[in-house]
Antibody, heavy 119, light 110 residues
Framework: QTQLVQSGAEVQKTGSSVKVSCTASGSNFTYHYLHWVRQAPGQALEWMGWFSPFNGNSNFAQSFQGRVTITRDRSMNTTYMELKSLRSEDTAMYYC????????????WGQGTLVTVSS | QSALTQPASVSGSPGQSITISCTGT?????????VSWYQQLPGKAPRVIIY???NRPSGVSSRFSGSKSDNTASLTISRLQIEDEADYYC??????????FGTGTKVTVL
């Protein structure tokens, strides 16, 4: 069974970057897509992008194009999401989630990482 | 990509049935059977309760069921129970090989 464990809470300044990690345990993670989803306080879930385990490709929601990158350290079973040029509206809980195919469903979820952006 | 449209809130009494709608376009909900539903309890990560329109993962109550017609998917909760109080989100694959979530529905058990 796959478990996803994320890095701890972050406080960042506007204009800076944040990098959140998601480490998987479970033998089948190697072939799972890894998605990032965020949720601003009191708001809905927002899908950000996915990372393919097969060719290292990524695909992102238009609203995040050019500002987010997803990378993987295969040896450590860890996937990273970096969000640049932070603004106050990026304050949110960030979740990683896995799926067998890019279309989902998102069957396993991390516990979430709270990112707070302040000036 | 705009969020899929869900009602902000739905309520019902214990034992009743409720239905939550999720409206998109033919570029997402209407174009794919990759529609899923998630339950989110306060302070918790979401969990999938329906996938591929009408399939339940192992361990999910049979009181949850899904359907789809044209650009609208629906989640029905039968025999409503207190523990069903939560936020519910739909999600769909899109023609750009991305995913999109719904606006979310708060379910209240009266």
């Amino acid at each position: 069974q796959t478990q996803l464990v994320q890095s701890g809470a972050e406080v960042q300044k506007t204009g800076s970057s944040v990098k959140v990690s998601c480490t998987a345990s479970g033998s089948n993670f190697t072939y799972h897509y890894l998605h990032w989803v965020r949720q601003a306080p009191g708001q809905a879930l927002e899908w950000m992008g996915w990372f393919s385990p097969f060719n290292g490709n990524s695909n992102f929601a238009q609203s995040f194009q050019g500002r987010v990158t997803i990378t993987r350290d295969r040896s450590m079973n860890t996937t990273y999401m970096e969000l640049k040029s932070l603004r106050s509206e990026d304050t949110a809980m960030y979740y990683c989630a896995s799926s067998i195919v890019a279309a989902g469903p998102f069957d396993f979820w991390g516990q979430g990482t709270l990112v707070t952006v302040s000036s | 990509q705009s969020a899929l449209t869900q009602p902000a809130s739905v309520s019902g009494s214990p034992g009743q049935s409720i239905t939550i709608s999720c409206t998109g376009t033919n570029s997402d909900v209407g174009g794919y059977n990759s529609v899923s539903w998630y339950q989110q309890l306060p302070g918790k990560a979401p969990r999938v309760i329906i996938y591929e329109v009408n399939n339940r993962p192992s361990g999910v109550s049979s009181r949850f069921s899904g359907s789809k017609s044209d650009n609208t998917a629906s989640l029905t909760i039968s025999r409503l129970q207190i523990e069903d109080e939560a936020d519910y989100y739909c999600a769909s694959y899109t023609k750009r090989s991305t995913s999109v979530f719904g606006t979310g529905t708060k379910v209240t058990v009266l």
